[in-house]
């Protein structure tokens, strides 16, 4: 009979360091999928800021140059992948995704900021794009 019993514990603490093996793995996926989440959000609101910082440069240039300036620049038609929306409202540039929106203040413009290639230019006092 002390054979058996000496079997069933074996059986028993094998039992249990299996399952607490399995709660440790558990754990650490989640908490190593939490990090990668907010490591993948922190680089989509990286990426809006940029783009929007960007053409707000494109755009301050202009106004601050002599007629007749005329420049080609390239908006991404994604963030590394991500989908997103620009757009010029009066004088504020907006830029969003699905989880984050970057707003800036522009100098005032004639025409539509695009994805792709845009062309900027200054004349007769008046930023003009595409």
Known sequence: MGR????AQVSMEFIFLVGLAFTIMVVFIASTRSE????RSEEERSL?????VMVQQELIM???V???YIR???VPLTLDGISYSIQIINTTLLTAT???EWVLNVPPVIGDIQKGNNT???TNSMIYLN
């Open 120 to 122: 900027i230019n200054r």
């Open 62 to 64: 202009a106004s601050n």
């Open 4 to 7: 058996k019993l000496k079997q």
């Open 48 to 52: 809006v800021k940029d783009v929007s």
């Open 72 to 74: 080609n620049f390239n």
């Open 66 to 68: 002599q007629d007749g």
């Open 98 to 100: 699905d989880g984050y």
């Open 36 to 39: 990668f989440s907010t490591l």
